[in-house]
């Protein structure tokens, strides 16, 4: 089997970063999966408008996939997707629902505070792809991409050397969503 230069160039790095893992204490590749609550902040506010909303629901399940690297104890770089789920309004005459979902990269911060207790932060971008439909008369959809700003704040707890409790808050910049979520974590 021959290799391009991109797919040898890559092998040789995850091999670097692998080496690498053996040498820095804590270091390694990690995976995890989370579920949780979503909240559209702006979503049911009708910025002054004379629209009478007969019912808005700005919350939603969510769940999300990561995965990462960590250099050593305190710092990782994090990639993730995070399906923010669906929101919906309506009035006497439509119905207005959106759901987005991200993909995300972020470098995390870790402070160790305890016997298996971690609180971690995390800032990076992400790029958020959303869709709005209008159910009415003429029903219609728009959608919208952004690359934004993803924050949030944490807390873990391992409770074997490879396995950890998660749990986290999470928020977007432009589109003004946030996440309440608890999951696990496994570290190779």
Same mark, same amino acid.
């Given at each position: 089997m021959k290799l391009d230069r991109p797919a040898a160039f890559l092998l040789s790095f995850l091999f670097l970063l692998g080496s690498a893992a053996v040498r820095a204490q804590g270091a390694g590749f990690y995976l995890g999966a989370a579920l949780g609550q979503s909240t559209f902040k702006e979503w049911c506010d009708t910025g002054g408008?004379?629209?009478t909303l007969a019912s808005c629901e700005d919350t939603d399940?969510? =769940?999300? !996939?990561?995965?990462g690297y960590r250099f050593n104890r305190y710092v990782a770089a994090e990639a993730s997707y995070i399906d923010w789920g669906e929101v919906t309004a309506s009035t006497t005459s439509a119905r207005v629902s959106a759901d987005q979902h991200s993909y995300g990269l972020a470098a995390v911060g870790t402070?160790? @505070?305890g016997q298996g207790f971690e609180l971690f932060g995390k800032l990076g971008f992400v790029h958020t792809e959303q869709q709005t439909r209008l159910n &009415? &008369?003429?029903s219609s959809s728009v959608d919208r991409d952004e690359t934004e700003f993803?924050?949030?704040l944490g807390v873990k707890y391992a409770f074997t050397?490879? =396995? &950890?409790l998660r749990g986290e808050w999470e928020n977007t910049?432009? !589109?003004k969503v946030e996440l309440l979520s608890i999951g @696990?974590?496994?570290r190779f």
């Open positions: 408008s004379p629209i399940t969510s =769940w999300k !996939l990561l995965g402070l160790p @505070v &009415a &008369a003429r993803h924050y949030g050397r490879n =396995w &950890a910049d432009k !589109l @696990v974590e496994y």
